[in-house]
């Protein structure tokens, strides 16, 4: 006899529930992704738009003229000194930040006992929530007049370095870049340490086993693994550091030249320069405010963009902590 076919199977009401779910949930996520992409083009087109205006009846080089004088007759502005700025300060933040906010991360989740982790978790996490006008505050009244003796030791024994040698110190780049360090700190270190703590424990006690010492652990077994979360973490702080507004309002002069005596009082961002411009700017002074957000937009966007293709080389650790 011809052995009879098997019925074909039936779906069961909960499989039908979960494919109706899944399709759900895709096209949500497909349209918050599709949302954030136009979102991001709207931006653009609107501060393209803007700054045509400006751009056109401006009489010097938008990229490379220092001066600031847009709601003059004629306008004459450039985004060289504010461009500037925003990179020395970001620069100044990443290098003092980035470091020990990775110390901080791996004495939390390595070294630290498990309350004092806690506690120490919790102060970073408070920390990443102090307003920016805060730190600017602190950094006006309390930072800038005592770091005069750090600067005027810089210049005394670093001087023969150009970047150290100034005729006065005060409210400068390295001021304004300290601030932005302490502002950033508790980000990179926050999300660093969540990194770290999803490095598999069977790795680190693999490294233990073969006789690591507890910093070859790190080396061999954490730092590896987490080092896509890391550079995100950095990234996220470069954003808020190049685009941080009331802070470097607060501590920079705003001056408009490119100065690489970074000890000295001067210096401007475009961020703080929009705040502090856009109350008495005209028509043709807010298009050369919203020109110089474009020039930011674009540069955070390359910055990003880089940061991502650093990570793309990591793909079999990108999924788990970028």
Do not use: C
Request: avoid cysteine; hydrophobic fraction near 55%.
């Amino acid at each position: 006899m011809t052995p009879k076919a098997a019925p074909p199977p039936v779906a069961s009401a909960g499989k039908s529930a979960i494919g109706t779910a899944d399709l759900v949930f895709k096209n949500i996520t497909r349209t918050a992704g599709i949302g954030l992409l136009v979102l991001i083009a709207a931006i653009a087109i609107f501060l393209v738009l803007r700054a045509t205006h400006a751009l056109s009846a401006n009489t010097g080089h938008f990229l490379t003229t220092q001066e600031w004088f847009p709601n003059e007759t004629p306008p004459k502005f450039g985004v060289a000194a504010t461009l500037f700025g925003t990179v020395v300060t970001a620069a100044i933040a990443m290098i003092i930040a980035v470091p020990v906010a990775v110390g901080i991360a791996l004495f939390i989740t390595v070294y630290a006992p498990r309350q004092l982790a806690s506690i120490l978790g919790y102060i970073v996490d408070l920390l990443a929530a102090v307003p920016s006008v805060v730190y600017g505050l602190w950094g006006l009244i309390v930072l800038a007049p005592n770091m005069k003796g750090v600067q005027l030791w810089l210049n005394d024994y670093l001087g023969w370095i150009p970047l150290f040698n100034a005729d006065s110190v005060g409210r400068s780049f390295l001021v304004a870049g300290v601030v932005l360090a302490i502002m950033i700190l508790p980000i990179v270190a926050a999300l660093s340490r969540e990194v770290f703590l999803q490095v598999p424990i069977a790795h680190r006690e693999a490294a233990l086993a073969l006789g690591a010492t507890r910093w070859e652990m790190i080396r061999t077994a954490v730092l590896p693994y987490g080092k896509p979360g890391v550079i995100s973490a950095s990234m996220l702080g470069l954003g808020r550091a190049m685009g941080e507004t009331i802070a470097v309002a607060l501590v920079l002069p705003a001056s408009f030249k490119i100065s690489w005596h970074w000890l000295e009082p001067a210096g401007n961002t475009i961020a703080a320069n929009v705040a502090n411009g856009w109350g008495e700017a005209n028509s043709i002074g807010q298009g050369a405010l919203i020109a110089s957000g474009l020039v930011l937009f674009i540069v955070t966007m390359i910055v990003n963009i880089i940061a991502r293709a650093i990570i793309a080389r990591r793909r079999d650790f990108s999924g788990s902590s970028a």
